[in-house]
């Protein structure tokens, strides 16, 4: 009698201690508005910070914005007394200072764009040997008399001799040889021959330049720790890719063209090799640049639990300003992620400001270079602040502000909460009752799928964790028509969807920030992948 006494008493209690808790975070949840993220979003999206770009100064503003609103809100710096994390990268671009051939000059990423690691060096030629397909087998030579050592090559990069029949003058039938199925085969049989520089020209070439060539001279990006592993080599050609128009215009020194020189060879069943009279004045090659990007950390120390750490993260970064002028805003990916990590910040500083502070030391980071190849969580995971061993999760927010593809002509209620049970096998459970609890979304783990082409789990910075099985979700609303554009703007957020992805990520981390024991890691990690 006592003891059901003693039980029917604790049950109100229980239930009066979990309303109070639930009204407690819905509290905090509140605080994460439209008006609000729209109002960071349109700052960190405009031309002001221009796309924010890795090594460039929209990059620089955005981590001094970002350090501000943690210093405001009361986030302590987690760096021995910053906000920045330097991250120690190399940058490795092509620079073509002169191209000036037959007397025109000629722009990189407009007129042709280079492939190449060469030291920088002059390039400077009175005459280029065509050297039409570049083929070599017994039966057939576009090398033969010919000596490249030391020259200017001109090749055309597909294709092969056919007869007038169709037929391949390699293989002897309508089927092709692999000189056609592979275009770096008959670069690498010039290459053979030691030439100062190949021309290359193919029939796509003009269409790739047109859409990629500013792109294609924005150079590559790489930790510094690991820069010893590619080293400039001095000796290899570099290719230049020139349009069929170029090409045309080299061949007319010896009244042919491209169209003229298969003809030829299709008639005569020969090779039709030769040298041309042309001038070529080149100043290019590989430079490197030594780049400090810092990842950005406030941290909000727990109370009774403060030495395990939850990670709430998402990359500042974006595709900046192109050579060519060309502004990526980046809203979504990832103006929205950064706005989601600074937003829930917001949450829980205003808890904490409260006497309801984590248990659990939260670590707010917005990550440098994640567009480059992950780099500013792999910097973190190689060198973290806090130990990985006491790192309890990771959730990360990667473009949360669209509706994608699948979902545009359906339900707008989602979120994909993408490697949840992954490592853990709580932590997808967490995130549903937060959900079930609180939000009230579609979850969709159509990413989860072992067989997903488009390996979305490996592509966002929460990867770099979960290879320290760390716990993992990758909150993400989807792939969208404007994914690295320069549509990718302000005005096509969905705000009312945002906040309530930003408030789903901030219920999450509420529970496992708060719950009496660290998450299980109970799960095999799945295999590496790259980018």
């Known amino acids: 009698m006592k003891k059901f006494f003693f039980v029917s008493l604790l049950i109100p209690t229980l239930f009066s201690c979990s309303v109070n808790q639930h009204t407690l975070q819905k509290k905090y949840a509140d605080l994460l508005t439209e008006e609000s993220a729209k109002s960071h979003l349109t700052i960190l999206a405009s031309k002001e910070f221009a796309g924010r770009g890795t090594g460039q100064e929209g990059g620089k503003k955005t981590v001094e914005y970002i350090a501000k609103v943690f210093q405001e809100l009361g986030l302590k710096p987690a760096v021995n007394g910053s906000y920045y994390q330097p991250v120690n990268l190399v940058k490795s671009s092509y620079v073509v200072e002169q191209f000036n051939l037959n007397n025109q000059t000629l722009v990189n990423a407009k007129d042709f764009y280079v492939t190449g690691s060469n030291a920088f060096r002059n390039f400077n030629a009175s005459e280029i040997v065509f050297v039409g397909y570049g083929i070599n087998t017994p039966s057939y030579s576009d090398y033969a008399g010919q000596n490249l050592a030391g020259k200017v090559v001109l090749v055309i990069n597909e294709g092969e001799p056919m007869d007038a029949s169709g037929n391949s003058l390699i293989t002897g039938t309508s089927t092709l040889s692999d000189w056609s199925t592979s275009r770096s085969k008959r670069l690498q049989e010039v290459m053979k021959q030691n030439p100062a520089l190949i021309l290359s020209t193919n029939s796509q070439a003009a269409d790739l330049i047109k859409r990629f060539g500013s792109r294609m001279t924005s150079g590559s990006y790489r930790l ?47 090779p039709n090799s030769s040298v041309l009279k042309a001038s070529l004045n080149a100043s290019m090659g590989s430079k490197k640049e030594d780049l400090f990007d810092p990842n950005v950390l406030g941290v909000i120390e727990g109370t009774d639990l403060k030495d395990e750490v939850l990670i709430i993260s998402g990359h500042y970064d974006h595709d900046g300003v192109l050579p060519d002028g060309t502004f990526f805003p980046g809203a979504d990916d990832n ?16 808890a904490k400001k409260a006497g309801k ?41 990667d ?23 992954m490592l853990s096998s709580e932590l997808k459970a967490i995130n549903e009752k937060a959900n079930q609890d609180f939000t009230q ?4 783990y159509m990413y989860d799928d072992p067989k997903d082409p488009m390996r979305i789990y490996y592509r966002s910075d929460q990867y770099n964790l979960a290879k320290h099985n760390i716990p993992v979700i990758f909150y993400f609303s989807g792939l969208h028509p404007d994914y690295h554009t320069p549509n990718d703007t302000v005005d096509k957020i969905n705000f009312p969807m945002m906040a309530k992805r930003e408030k789903l990520v901030f219920h999450t981390a509420w529970e496992i920030a708060n719950r009496d024991k660290k998450l299980v890691v109970d799960k095999t990690p799945p295999p590496a992948s790259g980018r």
């Open 441 to 444: 979304m579609e979850l969709d």
């Open 335 to 350: 103006g929205s992620g950064t706005v989601g990590v600074m937003e829930v910040a917001k949450a829980f500083a205003a």
């Open 399 to 421: 473009m949360i502000g669209r509706i994608d593809n699948k979902h545009l002509e359906g339900n707008h209620n989602y979120i994909h909460a993408i490697g949840s049970e």
């Open 224 to 270: 510094k720790s690991s820069d010893k592993e590619t080293t400039n080599n001095s000796t290899a050609a570099p290719v230049v890719n020139i349009t069929e128009a170029t090409a045309n215009q080299i061949l007319a020194a010896n009244n042919t063209s491209i169209s003229k020189f298969k003809q030829t060879v299709s008639s005569t069943k020969k």
């Open 357 to 397: 502070g984590p248990r659990r030391t939260i670590l707010f980071m917005a990550f440098a270079a994640e567009e480059k190849g992950l780099l500013g969580s792999d910097f973190y995971s190689q060198n973290p602040v806090y130990p990985l061993a006491n790192t309890v999760a990771c959730l990360n927010m």
